[in-house]
């Protein structure tokens, strides 16, 4: 197995690896960050989610970044907002120890845009953005991508599915010949092969890793047949089992999620919900409250099965199936993270 230092990965980006405890480059780092650090143009990356592809991708745009030239160098784009913010947060701990500051901006709906136009008139390297957020601030002429040398499309499959195939047909068209586009997806669906057909070189990198290990193998499933109307009382005797160990419950819609956050709160489980109708202010203080460990169970819509990178989970439960196989994937990677 080879280091992040064999990879390429300079002295002060590996002492910040070592504190956040990531020792051992993953499979999807082994392929993908020689190549994107050493040759540098397009590059399609299928791996599943929890696989390690933030530092895949980020490890070599840091590398990549002039800390002397204080406009955006790179975009990343993300399709929510919690995954926006957990992916800059995780580029800002790699920077821990550079000799000069490399300075990442997130922004994304459903925050006051006139704060995030502030924001962006500061020194800004990296951009994280959510993809229609980003048209908003380049219709207001408030971004400035004309040295952004490098794009990266994260998660994209979901990214699509969410519906923002023009948004992305926008800023790849604002930025083409301008780029190298580096794009990372668990699945390939017909519209995503459309983006890369219109966008991405005919000679990209291509790298599939895990393909035909779609779920961690750290990860034990099981599963329970009954009836609709006793699934509360066997996830209750589920939770009782479980004692003080936190973990997330998936539903698949916002009223699911809410309702059965209320028969938790009654039975005095400390939870809360977390799903798309809530304001932004009230999902980063949920948040906030379960990465803190002040929630032991958080229970969540599909919105939250990609972008919540807390440690220490120890189960999954999907009360409801998902509306695509592949979420159950990015449902159970939120334990057994890489």
């Not at 919105?303 to 807390?310: E, I, P």
Request: proline letters at 4%.
């Amino acid at each position: 197995m080879k280091t992040f230092s064999e990879l390429g990965i300079s002295e002060a980006y590996i002492k910040a690896l070592d504190e956040n405890n990531i020792i051992k480059p993953t499979e999807i780092q082994l392929k993908a960050i020689p190549f994107l650090l050493e040759v540098g143009t397009d590059f399609i990356g299928q791996a599943q989610t929890g696989t390690g592809k933030t530092a895949a991708f980020g490890l070599p745009i840091l590398h990549s970044v002039n800390p002397d030239i204080i406009i955006p160098q790179a975009l990343i784009l993300s399709p929510t907002r919690e995954l926006g913010q957990q992916i800059a947060k995780q580029l800002f701990k790699f920077t821990k120890y550079l000799p000069k500051k490399i300075f990442v901006e997130s922004v994304y709906g459903g925050a006051r845009i006139d704060e995030q136009i502030y924001a962006l008139k500061r020194p800004t390297h990296v951009v994280v953005a959510t993809p229609g957020r980003l048209v908003d601030l380049l219709e207001r002429k408030a971004i400035n991508l004309s040295a952004v040398k490098i794009i990266v499309l994260d998660e994209a499959d979901e990214m699509l599915s969410m519906g923002f195939k023009n948004e992305l047909d926008a800023i790849l068209s604002y930025t083409r010949g301008k780029r190298q586009t580096w794009l990372f997806s668990a699945t390939m669906p017909k519209d995503l092969k459309e983006i890369i057909a219109g966008y991405m070189s005919p000679n990209a990198m291509r790298v599939q890793v895990n393909e035909n290990d779609v779920i961690n193998r750290d990860i034990d499933h099981k599963y329970v047949v009954c009836h609709s109307d006793e699934k509360s009382d066997m996830l209750f005797r589920f939770l009782e089992s479980q004692q003080d160990s936190r973990g997330l419950i998936f539903c698949r819609t916002k009223a699911g999620a809410q309702k059965l956050a209320q028969e938790l709160s009654y039975v005095q489980y400390n939870s809360d919900a977390l799903h798309g109708d809530m304001m932004q202010k009230e999902r980063d203080k949920v948040m906030r409250a379960f990465k803190n460990k002040k929630l032991q169970i958080l229970i969540a819509t599909d919105l939250a099965a990609r972008g919540v990178d807390v440690k220490g989970l120890e189960w999954v439960v999907h009360y409801n199936l998902p509306e695509k196989s592949e979420y159950y994937a990015h449902r159970s990677g939120r334990t057994a993270r890489a």
